[in-house]
């Protein structure tokens, strides 16, 4: 049997910090938002084996039209599970999961905070290291830092020591993308743009140009390079 990696292990933990919350015997929504079969699909199998499929519906109507705190806090591990995976549309729900996690998550008991950082820095590790992704590294940026208030730079220097190219293939991705952020005048922007304008990003990129795995993926890398330097002139 394998060793289990860190994404793993962090959802684990999710999974046990919020086993507490058993799934409600009765459900409160809206008639007219949700279906009776909906909610039965909810409730068809174990936490850990429903599907996408079967939760898509509740993430798009959790706290709104359907369930109260405790109910979104049984679903939680398995609708990240999910997203990280990406079985779950993240273009669609991971904003919504979010904001909803974000609008209470320092209220909740300390064990249920720091197995939802863990796994984030465990999303976010997982991000880095494959590409592309539905949810994108800025996306995760603005969850980290905006959503959830985190401070960004340990996630920024993670991005620094990660030497794999799919880091920074993300890398050169965000040099085209970074400038269309919602965040700006955010103090966590503010640390963004002068990281990105600095060397790290550069180093990320020069050290994959020299490995590149193809000739499409050097160019990738040396466009973005190109940009880069536009940008540190300035």
């Not at 793993?8 to 919350?21: G, P």
């Not at 290291?129 to 220097?157: F, G, Q, T």
């Not at 965000?174 to 060397?199: K, N, P, Q």
């Amino acid at each position: 049997m394998g060793t289990p990696s860190d994404l793993d292990r962090a959802l684990d933990t999710l999974y046990a910090a919020f086993s507490r919350y058993p799934l409600p015997v009765k459900t409160e929504v809206c008639d007219h938002c949700v279906s009776d079969e909906q909610v039965r699909a909810t409730r068809a199998a174990p936490l850990r084996m429903l599907t996408a499929t079967a939760l898509g519906p509740y993430a798009g109507h959790a706290l709104s039209t359907w369930g109260d705190l405790d109910e979104f806090k049984h679903f939680l591990p398995r609708l990240l599970e999910l997203l990280i995976l990406e079985e779950l549309d993240g273009f669609f729900h991971a904003e919504a999961l979010m904001s909803r996690v974000s609008a209470s998550w320092r209220s909740w008991r300390q064990p249920e905070q720091q197995a939802l950082i863990a796994t984030i820095g465990a999303w976010w590790r997982h991000t880095l290291n494959h590409y592309p992704r539905d949810v994108d590294v800025m996306m995760m940026i603005e969850i980290i830092a905006d959503s959830l208030e985190l401070d960004l730079a340990p996630y920024l220097a993670e991005w620094e020591s990660n030497t794999t190219e799919t880091a920074a293939r993300h890398m050169a991705w965000l040099m085209h993308d970074f400038t269309v952020s919602t965040g700006h005048g955010a103090e966590w922007y503010t640390l963004l743009d002068t990281w990105i304008r600095g060397t790290a990003p550069a180093a990320i990129l020069e050290r994959a140009f020299f490995s590149a795995g193809s000739p499409e993926v050097a160019q990738e890398l040396s466009d973005a390079l190109e940009t880069h330097r536009i940008w540190s002139r300035h």
